[in-house]
């Protein structure tokens, strides 16, 4: 079983900026792509950014030159960096990570419970 815990939500006004943190602990032999979703009430979740264990990135247009995804492997962790933060971006993000227990394996989705955003005008 692998264990996702997320850290940096909170309140920010318009402009501001957050970090956000998950760690990934737990039985597996790697990680492959980690990521960030989120999901606004009343909305489906969506992918903000991901990131792949050679660093390859991938992120929303909607938060392209805002947003920032890094991660450390050594520390199986990955960090997204907020900038310029809208009131748009206000929602639940959910960490992501898909795993394997053997090179040889698929690998497999897990979710962290998710941290709150929430961006004030």
């Known amino acids: 079983q692998v264990q996702l815990v997320e850290s940096g939500g909170g309140l920010v006004q318009a402009g501001g900026s957050l970090r956000l943190s998950c760690a990934a602990s737990?039985?597996?032999?790697?990680?492959?792509?980690m990521g960030w979703y989120r999901q606004a009430p009343g909305k489906q979740r969506e992918l903000v950014a991901d990131i792949g264990r050679g660093g390859s990135t991938n992120l929303a247009d909607s938060v392209k030159g805002r947003f920032t995804i890094s991660r450390d492997n050594a520390k199986n962790t990955v960090f997204l960096q907020m900038n310029s933060l809208k009131v748009e971006d206000t929602a639940v993000y959910y960490c992501?990570?898909?795993?394997?227990?053997?090179?040889?394996?698929?690998?497999?989705?897990?979710w962290g419970k998710g941290t709150l955003v929430t961006v004030s005008s």
């Open positions: 737990g039985r597996f032999f790697s990680i492959d792509a």
């Open positions: 992501n990570a898909k795993t394997r227990i053997a090179f040889w394996r698929d690998p497999q989705d897990y």
